[in-house]
């Protein structure tokens, strides 16, 4: 369900809480009873839209953080020591050998530089 849904399952849901406010305070009416019954029904969906927005947002914030660190990794590039004509441009990245485990990479950084092709190994420690 989506937000939409949800926000028009609310507006309905007020509604119903407003006309059931100009019901008579007969609690055995038929129309008061099928009017909770909507009421409560409203709500789900309302619940189940919030719930599904909330897990939408927490996706679209990983996802965020993600492309951070690519953009952040792409813009690190650097003169190459070698011959201070080329950048380092991030060329591979694996899981660290042995602190893959903790989210550490082993990235190889390649000289964009033709003819000179330079490399360097570096290990990529996240937030970093
Ligand atoms: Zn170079």
């Given at each position: 369900?989506?937000?939409?849904?949800?926000?028009?399952?609310?507006?309905?849901?007020?509604?119903?809480?407003?006309?059931?406010?100009?019901?008579?305070?007969?609690?055995?009416?038929?129309?008061?009873?099928?009017?909770?019954?909507?009421?409560?029904?409203?709500?789900?969906?309302?619940?189940?839209?919030?719930?599904?927005?909330?897990?939408?947002?927490?996706?679209?914030?990983?996802?965020?953080?993600?492309?951070?660190?690519?953009?952040?990794?792409?813009?690190?590039?650097?003169?190459?020591?070698?011959?201070?004509?080329?950048?380092?441009?991030?060329?591979?990245?694996?899981?660290?050998?042995?602190?893959?485990?903790?989210?550490?990479?082993?990235?190889?950084?390649?000289?964009?530089n033709s003819e000179?092709d330079?490399?360097?190994?570096?290990?990529?420690?996240?937030?970093?």
């Amino acid at each position: 369900m989506d937000l939409i849904t949800g926000l028009s399952a609310a507006q309905q849901a007020i509604g119903i809480v407003k006309s059931l406010r100009d019901i008579e305070r007969d609690l055995d009416s038929a129309t008061y009873k099928a009017q909770m019954a909507e009421l409560y029904s409203g709500l789900a969906d309302v619940k189940m839209a919030l719930t599904d927005a909330q897990t939408q947002l927490h996706e679209k914030d990983q996802a965020i953080r993600l492309l951070e660190e690519t953009i952040k990794a792409l813009k690190t590039g650097e003169a190459c020591p070698m011959c201070q004509e080329g950048q380092m441009k991030l060329f591979s990245a694996k899981p660290h050998p042995e602190f893959g485990v903790f989210g550490h990479e082993e990235r190889k950084f390649k000289c964009t530089n033709s003819e000179c092709d330079h490399t360097a190994v570096r290990k990529y420690v996240p937030g970093e």
